[in-house]
């Protein structure tokens, strides 16, 4: 049987230069799961509509890095946003623990792929989308 | 505005069980701006219900997304006539008024709300909206130093306050301002005190017809 590697979409802050994968080092499990990064003007922009349609088109997490914000609000703003989908998540039976901000400032790519480790390893746990888990039993 | 709040998704999936083309008809008007039924919130309807069926049955559903203008007047629906008749079912996230209009206007597909239309409200800053007018006919504003008693009022008291009030809240909920404290604050301010001294008689409901009908004499078409 085909190991598990689980896609991890990760909408990003254009301005946090931290939010790339190449500003530090990959790692190995990185690498072999696929990531994909999707660079936002502002953080502020993101909203539960993405974030549905990610995990709708066969995301197994979903990733939202930024930090101090040049427009001020930006993090607060998708904080909030985030904590909201979490809630649509779990009404619809998808563990919200598959949906993750994380604060990245600029020059810090280590806590970016940090973050990105992290949810793979927790992904891997909990097993692929459940989307495509009913896709396959039908 | 009008002000809705979105169903749970258990329940709209429910009530267009068994159909396989189905639209999601957002109104860009009062739910837009209460961000519970325009074009963003029908495209987050639209994903969940799609996410929902697939998790329920595997099925996979067509999900299609319109956002018009408006939902309560016929010129901005005529436009997605055609579109609107090639689906099994409508769900519409316009307020009450929009779902009852369409129903009407589609008549032989079934039109269903995506949202529970709330109250009469004003936006009180970021994402909070709180209810202003009971919608009553006669309105006593004027008097009131633009503070609807009605409203406002647990009791809807035309003559306050009563005695429950208490350091300026309400007896029925201590969370709540007291309308009429309210009212006196605002007549003071106004240099318009003595109005607290007027006796409103009691309000004719009676007079009130439901459901009711406006006729502009100037605009009406024979």
Redesign the interface.
Known sequence: MKKFEPTVIAFSCMFCAGCEPVAAKPEKSMKAAQLKVIRLHCLGKI???HV??A??NGADAVLVAGGACRFMEGLAVAQKQIEYTRK?LE????EPQRLELVPVNQAEGKTFNEAVEGIIKRVRALGPN??MK??K?? | MIVAQRKGIEEVKKMVEGKSRILIAGCGTCVAVCMAGGEREVSILASMLRMAVKLDSGRDIEVAEITMERQCDREFIEPFDKQMREYDAVISTACGIGVQFLADFLGDIPVVPGVNTKFLGSNEGGGTWFERCRACGECVLGETGGICPITICAKNLLNGPCGGTNKGKCEVDKDKDCAWTLIYQRLEKLGALDNIRKIFPPKNYHAQTHPSRMIHEAYKKD
Request: hydrophobic share 55%; glycine share 6%; proline share 6%.
């Open positions: 909203n539960s509509m549905l349609k995990f709708e649509l009404e619809l039976g998808i459940p989307l009913a896709k039993a039908a």
